[in-house]
C-alpha cells in the first residue's frame, strides 16, 4: 500500500477516463485539482485541457477549452457546417501550430485527416458548452445507430459505471436483420461479484431509455488492448458475434 496524500495534481490523458473513474483519482488519490487532456498524436498531442481552478462538474464530465494558440471548432460529420454551443454531437476539429505537416510519405492519408483549410479532423464526437468546454461523447466508428436511432456507446458506459458490482464496461453495436444495429455490452464484475444478464437489463429498463439497453450482455474478465493499452471495440463487435453464434448453435441443440 502507497501513502498518496502528498500527491495534488496530475494529468488524465490517453483514453477517454469514466466520470466514476475520475472521481475517485480525485478523492482516494487526493489528486483534486487534477486536469484532463484532449488530443490527438497528429495534434501535438493536445488541444484542450481542463483547469484546475474548473469546477468538480467541469473537471470529471469535459475535457476542458481549448488551449492557447490553437483553433478548434465542431463540425457535422456529414455535412460539414460548422456546429455550436448546445447542438448536436459533431466532429472535433483543431488547426494551428500544434497539427503536424503530415504522414511520412503518406500524402494520401495525410489528405484524409488534414482538410484543405488546415484543419486535423480527429474521428471523435463532441459537444460544447457556452463556455467553450468540450465533452467527449464517442468516436464516429463506434456510434451505434438502432433503427435510425443515434446511440454514443459512451452514455451508456457512463451510466453503467454507477451500478454496483460492475468494475469497467465496454458498449458496443452488433449488427441486426431487424434493426441494423443492436446494442451489446461487455461487462467486467468486480471480484466476488455475481450477476446475471437479466440484472443488468433490469437495471438498465428503470434508468435509461428502451432502445439504449443492451440487447444482450456478455460478462468477460478483461478487454482486447492494443499495444498502447487502449481498448479495440472493433474486436469486442467480431467477439458479440462469435458469442451470439455459439448461443443459436447451443439453442438449437437444446430444442
Not at 483543431?94 to 511520412?104: A, C, E, L, P
Not at 484524409?112 to 464526437?125: F, N, P
Not at 441494423?180 to 461487455?186: D, K, W, Y
Request: aromatic share 8%.
Amino acid at each position: 500500500m502507497f501513502d498518496l496524500s502528498s500527491l495534488r495534481t496530475g494529468i488524465m490523458a490517453g483514453s477517454t477516463c469514466p466520470v466514476e473513474a475520475m472521481k475517485k483519482v480525485m478523492k482516494d488519490m487526493y489528486m483534486k485539482d487534477v486536469t484532463i487532456v484532449y488530443g490527438l498524436t497528429e495534434g501535438s498531442p493536445g488541444f484542450t485541457q481542463t483547469s484546475v481552478n474548473d469546477p468538480v462538474e467541469i473537471k470529471v464530465e469535459t475535457v476542458g477549452r481549448k488551449l492557447p494558440e490553437c483553433e478548434v471548432k465542431l463540425v457535422d460529420p456529414e455535412t460539414g457546417e460548422d456546429m455550436g454551443p448546445g447542438e448536436k454531437p459533431g466532429e472535433i476539429c483543431s488547426r494551428g501550430y500544434n497539427v503536424m505537416k503530415g504522414y511520412y510519405k503518406m500524402p494520401d492519408k495525410t489528405a484524409e485527416a488534414i482538410d484543405e483549410e488546415g484543419w486535423l479532423h480527429s474521428g471523435d464526437l463532441a459537444t460544447v458548452d457556452e463556455d467553450g468546454n468540450y465533452t467527449i461523447v464517442g468516436r464516429i466508428k463506434d456510434m451505434i445507430i438502432r433503427g435510425g436511432e443515434n446511440i454514443y456507446p459512451r452514455e451508456i458506459e457512463e451510466f453503467f459505471y454507477t451500478m454496483p458490482g460492475i468494475k469497467d464496461v465496454q458498449v458496443v453495436g452488433i449488427p441486426d436483420d431487424k434493426y441494423g444495429e443492436i446494442v451489446g455490452a461487455f461487462v467486467v464484475l468486480e471480484d466476488n461479484i455475481t450477476l446475471e444478464e437479466e440484472d443488468i437489463r433490469d437495471y438498465s429498463l428503470k434508468k435509461i431509455a428502451r432502445y439504449k439497453v443492451p440487447k444482450h450482455v456478455f460478462f468477460v474478465d478483461g478487454f482486447p488492448l492494443t499495444a498502447s493499452g487502449k481498448i479495440m471495440k472493433f474486436k469486442l463487435r467480431e467477439q458479440a458475434i462469435e458469442f451470439l453464434k455459439i448461443r443459436e448453435e447451443q439453442e438449437e441443440d437444446l430444442s
